[in-house]
C-alpha cells in the first residue's frame, strides 16, 4: 500500500508553517498544501523554498479570513466586513460559482508567483462537495493545471460517491483511493492511524491521510478552532511508535508527485 500523509494549512501562521517543515523533516508528513489567502503565506513560501520544499498543494480557501480579490469582485462570498463566511455559512448561502472560481484562480496565480510549482489541489473545510458545480469546477480547475485533486469524495457513501469517482477516472485526474481525516477529535492519535491503515491495506492501494499538525499561538488562537491541538498532532506525526507500524507493514510513504 502507498501513503501520502498531507499536512493542510501551510502559511496559515509561522509557527503551523514551521510545525510542518519539521514534521516532513523528523517525521512522517510527505505532501502539504498552503492557503494562500492568510498574510503569512507568501513569507513562508519563500522559506520553505529556502529550505528545499519546492512543491505544495493549494489549499483552496472560501472560509476563513479574506479573498484576495477586492470584496466588490466577490460580493456572494464575504460578508459586510469583506470577509469570508464560516464554513456553516458558506456551506447554507447561494454562492455564484464564478466568483468562487475567479478567487479560486486569483489563489493559484498567487501561488505560482512565489515560485512554487502546484502538485495538487484540496480544499478547506471540505466545500469541493458544497454541490455539483463546485464539483465540477475543481475537476475543470485540476484539467487545466495538470495536477491530482483530493479525492474527499471517497469520504462520502460508496453507492452516492460512485458516479462522481467515475467522472473523475474518466477525464483522467490523478486521485487516491480513499482519505482518511480523524472524525469527532480535534486531533489523530497513533491508534487512531494505525486503524485507518489496517482498514485501508485490505480494499485500498494508495491513500491519503490528512493532518493538520503545527505549533500555536495568539493570532491561530484568533482565527481558528483548531489550535493549540495542532501541537498533539505534531507528536503523533513524528512518533517512532507510528514509523515503527509503517516500516514493519510494508507502506510505502509517497506525495503527490509520486501518484
Do not use: W
Not at 493545471?145 to 483522467?172: D, F, H, T
Amino acid at each position: 500500500m502507498k501513503l501520502i500523509i498531507n499536512a493542510d494549512d501551510y502559511g496559515c501562521t509561522v509557527p503551523v508553517s514551521l510545525g510542518i517543515l519539521e514534521g516532513m523533516k523528523y517525521g512522517l508528513i510527505t505532501s502539504t498544501s498552503a492557503i494562500v489567502p492568510c498574510p503569512y503565506f507568501n513569507e513562508m513560501a519563500i522559506y520553505a523554498q529556502e529550505h528545499g520544499l519546492k512543491r505544495m498543494g493549494l489549499h483552496s480557501m472560501l472560509t476563513m479570513v479574506r479573498p484576495t480579490l477586492t470584496p466588490s469582485k466577490v460580493p456572494t462570498l464575504v460578508d459586510e466586513n469583506g470577509d469570508f463566511f464560516d464554513r456553516k455559512g458558506f456551506m447554507e448561502k447561494e454562492v455564484n460559482i464564478n466568483e468562487a472560481r475567479a478567487e479560486l484562480e486569483n489563489q493559484i496565480r498567487l501561488f505560482l508567483e512565489t515560485g512554487l510549482e502546484l502538485d495538487h489541489i484540496d480544499t478547506h473545510h471540505g466545500f469541493l462537495m458544497k454541490n455539483d458545480e463546485f464539483f465540477y469546477m475543481f475537476l475543470d480547475l485540476a484539467e487545466k493545471y495538470n495536477v491530482p485533486l483530493r479525492n474527499e469524495i471517497s469520504r462520502m457513501e460508496s453507492a452516492k460517491a460512485l458516479p462522481y469517482q467515475n467522472e473523475i477516472r474518466s477525464r483522467g485526474i490523478k486521485v487516491v483511493d480513499r482519505v482518511y481525516f480523524n472524525h469527532g477529535t480535534p486531533y489523530h492519535t497513533v491508534p487512531d492511524i494505525i486503524n485507518f491503515l489496517e482498514e485501508a491495506a485490505i480494499r485500498y492501494p494508495v491513500i491519503e491521510i490528512g493532518c493538520h499538525p503545527g505549533h500555536s499561538d495568539a493570532y491561530l488562537r484568533s482565527i481558528s478552532v483548531l489550535n493549540d491541538d495542532r501541537e498533539k498532532e505534531l507528536e503523533v506525526m513524528t512518533s517512532p511508535e507510528l514509523r515503527q507500524y509503517i516500516s514493519e507493514h510494508d507502506i510505502q510513504l509517497i506525495n503527490y508527485d509520486q501518484l
